[in-house]
């Protein structure tokens, strides 16, 4: 039988699952990988700026198209830059498969130059990691990796490749079915229990769905409405869960949690039952536990088996893919008698409505406004802070706008590089990043891989010259004490104490003109308009719009630290 190299088999390999885009970066360790994907036609090759931005944009390519995101980066310092992303798609359940280079096998241990123990240092950030030790074993390893990534719950694999084994040669198969032991995710639903939730449904006299990003990440948004708009139940979302049903929807109450609506928190408090799906109940939206949802009873449909009780009691648990459980759903529903309920859950939107504090100059509510006006269809993807919280509360998402952000771990500087993916595997979509002027820093030379891939990206910038979210807790919590947030800060405040801060750096725009993207500023709530119109009209050029914010702009509903749902700052 013909042999080839675990580089030719690796090439082979991608192309077999499907993959036609690879997220990048070479080195020593890979250069021979990379020799062979040169001499190969089919995979396009995208050579970001920084492992890390590459590894968001891996991921968000994944999440905007369904497929897995697929990685190569080189050993040591390479292998350790895709830290922060696999957590973000471990937290999130993003299926990527991330390749790492690594020293030859008689080397490792050894303190080799560029040698770290990758898989080590990710056990508990990826679904699985493995280094190959033996040539025979790398078609095998590399089907499990994207089998294991995309089934079950989806989420991070890591293959690191010793550059040894590379070399070797070996069989030419890959591998056609997948068997591995002790991992047989669960694909169907059981009945007996699903029938007792639906009972309790029938039976609530204030039900209410609640919706995580579960339902999202299984496509089943256009099923999950057809069963609210069946029962006639309320439903409330997490900040992932955003999307699950149009926010424009009657039946949608809002995002719960600590920035989460009046009427959803006030919901969730007052309901009977709560019907989660795909939700992990983590702290930020149960607040105090003993106190989260006191009077009702709980179903969880989840995945993920250890996602189940593991912060809140559940009285009905359900493992199963959220689009399965909730077709099945579909077959048995009927109405609820949710009227008195939802005259309700009214009073309390009419009484505290979702807003913001009108104030005379541009605010974030004015961009978000314009969003919604000018782009029917469109993916939004956040960096962290502020700004995500005030998209999650006022951008409306529906079955034409995608809306994709780091949940789980929070993690700044995936904005833009989060973008680049969107745009990469959704070529005709209009894709918008949100970030914040420091967010927007940590990945900013990203905006070279943007020019160069010719993605008409619209890049928000929202300046408020503080790292707001932080400001915020600062004012509301720590006496006004801005402590390493402002973002002018430095030798003159030190030298003056305060009294003088200089210009902010960057200038945005021309930093944007200098990468060759274009630039535009925009002070006042009469430009933003014009501001992307004039961004629409780029088809191969990114856009950069920065919005000067004022940084006393706030988030509005926020639960107190330690607080219940119902414990709620409304402004101040």
Known sequence: ??????????????????????????????????????????????????????????????????????????????????????????????????????????????????????????????????????????????????????????????????????????????????NIRGYKPNTSVHMGQLKKALKMLQKAKKPLFLAGGGVNIANANEIFTSVVEKTQVPVVTTVMGRGAISTKHPLFIGNLGMHGAYAANMAVTNCDLLFSIGTRFNDRITGKLHEFAPNAQIVHIDIDTASISRNIHVDVPIVADAKEAIT????????????????????????????MKNRPLMGPLDIFNEINKQFDKAIIVTDVGQHQMLTSQFVDITENRKLIMSGGLGTMGYGLPGAIGAQIGNPGVPVISISGDGGMQMNIQELATAVLEELPIINCIFNNTYLGMVRQ?????????????????????????????????????????????????????????????????????????????????????????????????MDC
Not at 65 to 93: E, F, H, I, R, W
Not at 479 to 496: C, E, H, I, P, Q
Request: charged fraction near 25%; hydrophobic fraction near 35%; charge should be neutral.
């Open 328 to 355: 099945k759903m579909a077959e048995y529903v009927t109405e609820c008698n949710t009227k008195k309920w939802r005259t309700e859950i009214d009073i309390w939107k009419n009484e505290h409505p979702l807003s």
């Open 1 to 178: 039988m013909r042999q080839i190299s675990g580089n030719k088999l690796l090439v082979k390999a991608l192309k077999e699952e499907g993959v036609t885009t690879l997220f990048g970066y070479p080195g020593a360790c890979t250069i021979d990988i990379s020799d062979e994907l040169y001499r190969q036609s089919g995979i396009d090759i995208i050579l970001p700026r920084h492992e890390q931005a590459l590894v968001h944009e891996a991921d968000a390519y994944a999440r905007t198209t369904g497929k897995v995101g697929v990685c190569l980066v080189t050993s040591g310092p390479g292998a350790t830059n895709l830290v922060t992303g696999l957590a973000t798609a471990n937290y999130d359940s993003v299926p990527l498969v991330c390749f790492t280079g690594q020293v030859a096998r008689h080397l490792i241990g050894n303190d080799a130059f560029q040698e770290v123990d990758i898989v080590g240092i990710t056990r508990s950030i990826t679904k699985y990691g493995v280094t190959v030790r033996n040539r025979e074993d790398l078609g095998r390893i590399i089907k499990e990796a994207f089998y294991i990534a995309r089934t079950g719950r989806p989420g991070p694999v890591l293959i690191d490749l010793p550059k040894d084994v590379m070399a070797e040669l070996g069989s030419a198969e890959y591998p056609k079915t997948v």
């Open 473 to 569: 807790w600062q004012k509301l919590f720590y006496g006004k004490r801005y402590s390493m947030t402002n973002l002018r800060s430095g030798a003159l405040s030190r030298r003056t104490n305060g009294e003088e801060y200089p210009k902010y750096t960057p200038d945005f725009i021309k930093l944007a003109e200098s990468y060759g993207a274009k630039g535009i500023r925009v002070t006042k709530r009469e430009e933003i308009a014009a501001a992307f119109e004039e961004a629409r009209k780029s088809t191969k050029v990114p856009t950069v719009i920065e919005f000067i914010i004022d940084p006393e702009e706030m988030v509005y509903p926020m639960v107190k630290p330690g607080g219940t749902l119902a414990d709620l700052i």
